[in-house]
């Protein structure tokens, strides 16, 4: 029988290969990529790592690029997932397209479910 978490990691697969889709951009003004990567930036250096953004500084150039490409990694895969999701609900959800489709309030919409879905994603991705 499968967990919550194993269907959850499914989910996280299923997203990260719709990634690539682009329905959202041109039916929208909306570039979800830019929204992925500012939550995805938010959630991974503000959150996760940001005792260790406090002391970057005092690492070693080494240790720099290692972290760097750590938190890029995790970025990515982050924004891929998010993206993915996006591209998804907007395909398979009415009411997710008419929200995305709304003048006024159609950026706001997606950077908050997206930083609802990368809270969700970052408990089952370590």
Same mark, same amino acid.
């Given at each position: @029988?499968? =967990?919550?978490?194993?269907?959850?990691?499914? %989910? &996280?697969?299923? +997203?990260?290969?719709?990634?690539?889709?682009?329905?959202i951009?041109?039916? =929208?003004?909306?570039?979800?990529?830019?929204?992925?990567h500012?939550?995805?930036?938010?959630? &991974?250096?503000? #959150?996760?790592?940001?005792?260790?953004v406090?002391?970057?500084?005092?690492?070693? !150039?080494?240790?720099?690029? !290692?972290?760097?490409?750590?938190?890029?990694?995790? &970025?990515? %895969?982050?924004?891929?997932?998010?993206?993915?999701?996006?591209?998804?609900?907007?395909?398979?959800?009415?009411?997710? $397209? $008419?929200?995305?489709?709304?003048?006024? =309030? +159609?950026?706001?919409?997606? #950077? @908050?479910? @997206?930083?609802?879905?990368?809270?969700?994603? @970052?408990?089952?991705? $370590?």
């Amino acid at each position: @029988m499968e =967990t919550v978490k194993d269907l959850k990691l499914k %989910e &996280i697969e299923r +997203c990260k290969q719709a990634k690539d889709l682009e329905n959202i951009e041109r039916e =929208t003004p909306l570039v979800p990529y830019l929204i992925a990567h500012d939550v995805s930036y938010d959630l &991974i250096v503000g #959150k996760k790592y940001s005792e260790e953004v406090k002391r970057y500084n005092a690492l070693s !150039e080494t240790e720099k690029v !290692e972290f760097d490409k750590k938190v890029d990694s995790e &970025i990515d %895969e982050l924004l891929f997932y998010l993206k993915g999701r996006a591209e998804l609900l907007y395909i398979n959800n009415k009411k997710f $397209k $008419k929200d995305l489709n709304k003048e006024n =309030t +159609c950026r706001e919409s997606l #950077k @908050m479910f @997206m930083a609802h879905w990368g809270q969700s994603y @970052m408990k089952y991705v $370590k």
